[in-house]
């Protein structure tokens, strides 16, 4: 069993940053792969980017590529998502996601296990 808890979201103005944070227990990131899902008011849950524990490569979907970046602290047991040059369209609950299991990295279907989710608010 693998408990995620998010953190770090809340306000910011359009241009701004923010860092989330995904610590994980119950099993060490190395032997796990994890992604960042968010959704949006009124959308449908979106992949936002992802790292596989095996090769350690990290994919991004295309509306934050160069903006956001996924890192990870072992020791920490911890995931993280810096989000830069935020924009209103990031405006969504962000959920950390772990354990790939299905075909498709982006479909939400392949992820066993999600945390609550933490809110991010992009003001123009």
């Known amino acids: 069993q693998v408990q995620l808890v998010e953190s770090g979201g809340g306000p910011v103005q359009t241009g701004g940053s923010l860092r989330l944070s995904c610590a994980a227990s119950?099993?060490?990131?190395?032997?796990?792969?994890m992604a960042w899902f968010r959704q949006g008011p009124g959308k449908e849950r979106e992949f936002v980017g992802g790292?596989?524990?095996?090769?350690?490569?990290?994919n991004y979907a295309n509306g934050v590529r160069g903006r956001f970046t996924i890192s990870r602290d072992n020791a920490k047991n911890t995931m993280y998502l810096q989000m830069n040059d935020l924009k209103p369209e990031d405006t969504a609950v962000y959920y950390c996601?772990?354990?790939?299991?299905?075909?498709?990295?982006?479909?939400?279907?392949?992820?066993?296990?999600w945390g609550q989710g933490t809110q991010v608010t992009v003001s123009s």
């Open positions: 996601v772990a354990d790939y299991r299905g075909q498709a990295m982006g479909s939400p279907d392949s992820w066993h296990y």
């Open positions: 119950g099993r060490s990131l190395r032997t796990l792969s």
């Open positions: 790292v596989r524990w095996n090769t350690g490569s990290i």
